[in-house]
């Protein structure tokens, strides 16, 4: 199999940092112990002075508490909370995504950060930072190898080069580290602006973001008997990162119990009665994790809604009062190296993590329940996912559909992405329609969808169930999709290969293995020969949980693949990008793509953008602000707007993929029979 076609980065224009305009500055950061904090109403609630109390009481126990966090944080101007939080020991371990750690840095050497994306996505500029993409590339590079994690690579790369970073002393990380706190950096291939520079190392990456997700499995173990952790504003990568620690302990024994999670966001969902799964609040990923994941383990789960500049402050100043009225002191913090001196938890008796055989494993989804392309009715279809194939309608589907139709028709590229819910909703065959009728030239997954994918391919079922596995220790512990995906990496890292590339080939040599790959969008994608490509996210996936996770090969190979994902965007003129389910990952990586395609000149800009998810927008051609939860919708932004402001035309779609997949199945269906 030759290589899919990449886009080389030996191009990119670079552009110096310091001719930037920047949203924000040093000089607005918050004053602790100066500025008036902004009033927070759940903060004299009994469930928020409750959450004060847990983690006092933690604390004093030598116990963990663990912040993570996303991007908002800091460009909120609330770095110096943390860093208080961190050194009047509250905090024990502190974690963000790539993003975060870039603001960090930048208002380290800067003194400001955040880009006009909207003004600079059009030229290509966006992102494309000389000295943000080659210090922190060098910093992590040279790390990576020396065995250190990303945060400590950072911080060592700060130490050493003092007079580059003026600010050094509110950098985030830098007072996390000098305190012996963790700082840790988990991050997903392809959506940071430093994946844009031409000296990127995806290998390097996800080497040292590897050494971070081993500490924070380390930290969550250290949960074992009693620990809290905070997440503020990441939706995704927080809580699943998190889950994935808990899942490794109790994998390894571990009694994980009498522990708090709490969540601050601007997302208004309840804690209250649990979501029917066609309701939006249901897929909010911190409610499934820090409520019904973690009352498994008899946890307590919280869900705090507030600005980031009202709810920080609030924390702080609530626990720093009441620490001062009990009179308490907290034992100690270890001062651990910055090199990680062990991978995954030491405190696991020397077990060793068990696999199971998916045999015997309860799925959500099995060949059985596949929607039937065939069928022109629910009636006529055997699947308890099955819906009408004429029951959705949405304004606007019927212009979508023509400018899909049109692209179709003049050749041009049609690149789709997917999240992880997209297998379990029992499409594939339709999706695999739609590939072989050429309305699909490009897929690209996450690699929860990946690893659902092989699994089917592999045994027919797909999509764990989600009652009891955690409690168990056998949340994402399964044994065969693991052993073949890391076999198929392995093999394909010698040559060279993408992730999705390396799937392809090990699947044509080795089919006996895959006895349902024709079932599965991996089989598409090779029989029908267009990219499958896999976008992941260091931590969240079970594959890495598996002890033959080697992270610096997947990074490798999915940066091989964001290489791929480039080529096909910076050819898409008068094609169209569609995206299903991935709220984070897909968008981010499109937006990054189309800045590189743009610099190196390519013109793309009459193109068609579509979101497909649940998601209710309303009239998402309003302008919304910082205040409103969906400023913080990744599609709205880098899907419906920011790709089409040069021409073209963005839409989102409500509904569930079991109704918005046939609807486009069908409507090509009947275009092609009147044509």
């Known amino acids: 199999m030759a290589h899919t076609q990449r886009l080389s980065f030996e191009g990119i224009k670079t552009n110096s940092v310091y001719s930037r305009t920047n949203l924000v500055t040093i000089t607005n950061m918050a004053r602790p112990y100066e500025d008036q904090a902004e009033a927070l109403t759940a903060s004299e609630a009994p469930e928020f002075q409750q959450l004060i109390e847990h983690i006092l009481e933690k604390r004093l126990a030598g116990k963990p508490v663990i912040w993570s966090m996303g991007a908002h944080v800091i460009k909120n101007g609330l770095s110096r909370y943390i860093i208080e939080l961190v050194r009047h020991g509250f905090v024990t371990h502190v974690s963000g995504n790539g993003a975060t750690s870039i603001h960090d840095f930048e208002l380290a050497f800067l003194g400001e950060t955040s880009e006009d994306v909207a003004r600079s996505i059009e030229d290509g500029s966006f992102g494309m930072w000389e000295e943000t993409g080659r210090y922190m590339n060098e910093a992590i590079q040279q790390g990576a190898e020396q065995g250190l994690g990303y945060g400590a690579s950072l911080y060592k790369y700060l130490s050493a080069n003092p007079d580059k970073f003026p600010y050094y002393d509110d950098c985030v990380f830098v007072q996390c580290q000098k305190y012996g706190v963790p700082y840790t950096c988990h991050i997903s291939i392809g959506t940071d602006i430093i994946h844009q520079h031409p000296i990127v190392d995806f290998a390097a990456l996800g080497k040292a973001s590897g050494v971070d997700f081993d500490r924070m499995c380390r930290s969550v173990a250290e949960m074992s008997d009693g620990g809290v952790f905070l997440n503020f504003g990441s939706a995704i990568s927080g809580p699943e990162i998190f889950l994935k620690g808990l899942s490794f302990a109790c994998n390894h024994g571990l009694p994980m119990q009498d522990m708090i999670a709490a969540n601050f966001d601007i997302v208004p969902v309840s804690a209250d009665d649990k979501p029917d799964p066609t309701d939006p609040d249901y897929h909010y990923r911190p409610r499934r994790v820090f409520i019904d994941r973690f009352s498994e383990l008899g946890g307590k789960g919280y869900l705090f809604h507030g ?214 969008l991996l089989g598409a994608c090779a029989k029908y020969d267009i990219p499958y490509t896999c976008h992941i996210t260091i931590g969240t996936d079970d594959i890495q949980l598996h002890p033959k996770s080697n992270l610096s090969i997947q990074a490798g190979a999915s940066g091989y693949d964001f290489q791929s994902y480039c080529h096909t965007v910076a050819h898409l003129e008068g094609g169209v990008f569609m995206n299903f389910g991935s709220s984070v990952t897909g968008p981010e990586v499109f937006l990054k793509a189309l800045s590189i395609a743009r610099n190196l000149q390519y013109p793309v800009n009459q193109i068609t953008t579509a979101n497909f998810d649940i998601i209710r927008l309303g009239d998402y051609s309003l302008k919304v602000g910082y205040a409103d939860w969906e400023y913080y919708y990744r599609p709205r932004k880098n899907i419906v707007h920011r790709p089409t402001s040069l021409g073209g035309k963005g839409f989102h779609f409500e509904g569930l993929h079991q109704e918005t997949i046939p609807a486009i199945w069908k409507a090509i269906e009947a275009a092609e029979a009147n044509s």
């Open 307 to 520: 600005l980031h500049q009202q709810t920080i402050p609030a924390l702080f100043h609530s626990l720093l009062r009441r620490k001062q009225e009990l009179g308490i002191e907290f034992p100690p913090t270890e001062v651990r190296s910055e090199v990680n001196q062990g991978t995954k938890p030491a405190s696991t008796n020397g077990n060793k993590t068990i696999l199971y055989p998916i045999g015997t494993r309860v799925s959500r989804l099995h060949v059985k329940d596949l929607l039937d392309p065939s069928a022109s009715t629910a009636g006529e279809m055997s699947s308890k996912h099955a819906v009408s194939l004429q029951s959705w309608q949405s304004p606007h589907f019927d212009e979508f559909m023509q400018r899909l139709l049109l692209a179709r028709a003049h050749s041009n590229r049609i690149l789709v992405s997917i999240g992880g819910n997209m297998i379990g909703s029992g499409v594939n065959r339709l999706l695999i329609d739609l590939i072989r009728r050429g309305f699909i030239s490009h897929l690209a997954v996450n690699g929860a969808a990946c690893f659902q994918d092989v699994e089917l391919a592999i045994s027919g079922q797909a999509e764990e169930r989600e009652d009891g596995y955690l409690r168990e220790g056998k949340l994402g512990m399964w044994q065969e999709a693991g052993d073949l995906i890391h076999q198929a990496l392995e093999d394909g890292h010698v040559s060279q290969r993408g992730y999705g590339e390396s799937l392809i080939d090990y699947s044509r040599k080795h089919s006996h293995k895959l006895p349902y790959l024709e079932e599965s």
